[in-house]
Antibody
C-alpha cells in the first residue's frame, strides 16, 4: 500500500519560494505509471489541482500557476517535490501530495498525504 | 467559479437516499473524460470514493454509487448514515484548460 507524507516549512514570507517534498513509501516512485500530484485547498474552500509529474518525467501544470511552478522527482530518495515562487498571501493553503495510478491525464487520485499547511506571511 | 458545478449543500435524514450532481461541459465530461468522486471528512484528506464514473475502490460500501450521462454525473448515497456527513468533490480533466478540474464541493448534512 503506497503511503505519502508531505514535509516543508509551515510559514513562508511573501515573494519567497515554497519548497515542499512528498515522501513515497510502500512502492517505487518510478514504477507503475503513476501521476505524482500536488493539490491545494485554501482555508474553507475547495480543491485546486496544482500539477503533476508522470513517472516518465513529463510535467503538467495548472495554467494559472505555471509561470511560478516546478515539480520534479528524486528517484534516489523516492520523493517528489514542488517549488512555487513569488509567493503571496493567496498561496496560503493546505497542500496535499497525491498519486494517481491510471495512465491517463484524467487519472483518479488513489493515494493522498495528510496535507501540510503553508501560511504566507511576513 | 469551478468548471464542474456541484450544489453547495444537500441534506437528508438517516436511512434516506441523496444524490449529488456534477455538471460539466463538452470540454470535460462530455469529451469522454472519466469522472471521479471524493469524500472529505472534517479535518482529513480527501478519499477516493468512486473512480471512472461508476467504480468503487475496495472498502467503499455499496451504498455509494456513481453514474454519468452526457455532460453530467451523479453520486448517490443510499441508507444515509451519520458518518456520511462530509464534503464531496467531483474531479475530471478539461481539454480546453489542459488540466485536472474539481467541482466546488458539496457539503452533505445528515439531519
Amino acid at each position: 500500500q503506497v503511503q505519502l507524507q508531505e514535509s516543508g516549512p509551515g510559514l513562508v514570507k511573501p515573494s519567497q519560494t515554497l519548497s515542499l517534498i512528498c515522501s513515497v513509501s510502500g512502492g517505487s516512485i518510478t514504477s507503475g505509471g503513476y501521476y505524482w500530484t500536488w493539490i491545494r485547498q485554501h482555508p474553507g474552500k475547495g480543491l485546486e489541482w496544482i500539477g503533476y509529474i508522470y513517472y516518465g518525467g513529463s510535467t503538467y501544470y495548472n495554467p494559472s500557476l505555471k509561470s511560478r511552478l516546478s515539480i520534479s522527482v528524486d528517484a534516489s530518495k523516492n520523493q517528489f517535490s514542488l517549488k512555487l515562487s513569488s509567493l503571496t498571501a493567496a498561496d496560503t493553503a493546505l497542500y496535499y501530495c497525491a498519486g494517481g495510478r491510471q495512465k491517463v491525464v484524467a487519472t483518479p487520485f488513489d493515494y493522498w498525504g495528510q496535507g501540510t499547511l503553508v501560511t504566507v506571511s511576513s | 467559479q469551478s468548471v464542474l458545478t456541484q450544489p453547495p449543500s444537500v441534506s437528508g435524514a438517516p436511512g434516506q437516499r441523496v444524490t449529488i450532481s456534477c455538471t460539466g461541459s463538452s470540454s470535460n465530461i462530455g469529451a469522454g473524460y472519466d469522472l471521479h468522486w471524493y469524500q472529505q471528512l472534517p479535518g482529513t484528506a480527501p478519499k477516493l470514493l468512486i473512480y471512472s464514473n461508476i467504480n468503487r475502490p475496495s472498502g467503499v460500501p455499496d451504498r455509494f454509487s456513481g453514474s454519468k450521462s452526457g455532460t453530467s454525473a451523479s453520486l448517490a448515497i443510499t441508507g444515509l448514515q451519520a458518518e456520511d456527513e462530509a464534503d464531496y468533490y467531483c474531479q475530471s480533466y478539461d481539454i480546453s484548460l489542459s488540466g485536472v478540474i474539481f467541482g466546488g464541493g458539496t457539503k452533505l448534512t445528515v439531519l
